[in-house]
């Protein structure tokens, strides 16, 4: 059973950077797709980006491309979001997420994942 805990979220201004991660135990990320997701106040939840087990292949929300990165580090088995140029529409609490399947046409799919965090609140005032 791999369990997830996100750390890093906050208030901060437009414009700001913040890194959210993502700290494993129970698996070793480097063996799924792992991803962050987010959910807005009074919305469901959104695919923000991913990265496969091999860390050859990032997929990005049009929304954050050029603003947010993924990356893993192994030896620490902990997954990380940079969040740079942050805007208001932002704001949401971001979950990060691990799925067992294989294939890269579903990473976008919250159903598609097994594992989830309990989430972190990112708020970005103006």
């Known amino acids: 059973q791999v369990q997830l805990v996100e750390s890093g979220g906050g208030l901060v201004q437009a414009g700001d950077s913040l890194r959210l991660s993502c700290a494993a135990s129970?698996?070793?990320?480097?063996?799924?797709?792992t991803a962050w997701f987010r959910q807005p106040p009074g919305n469901e939840r959104e695919f923000v980006t991913a990265?496969?087990?091999?860390?050859?292949?990032?997929y990005h929300a049009e929304s954050v491309r050029g603003r947010f990165t993924i990356s893993r580090d192994r030896a620490k088995n902990t997954l990380y979001l940079q969040m740079n140029s942050l805007k208001p529409e932002d704001t949401a609490v971001y979950y990060c997420?691990?799925?067992?399947?294989?294939?890269?046409?579903?990473?976008?799919?919250?159903?598609?994942?097994?594992?989830w965090g309990q989430g972190t609140q990112v708020t970005v005032s103006t």
């Open positions: 997420a691990a799925s067992s399947r294989t294939g890269n046409s579903w990473y976008y799919q919250p159903r598609a994942y097994n594992w």
């Open positions: 129970g698996g070793t990320l480097g063996t799924y797709v």
């Open positions: 990265i496969s087990g091999n860390g050859a292949n990032r």
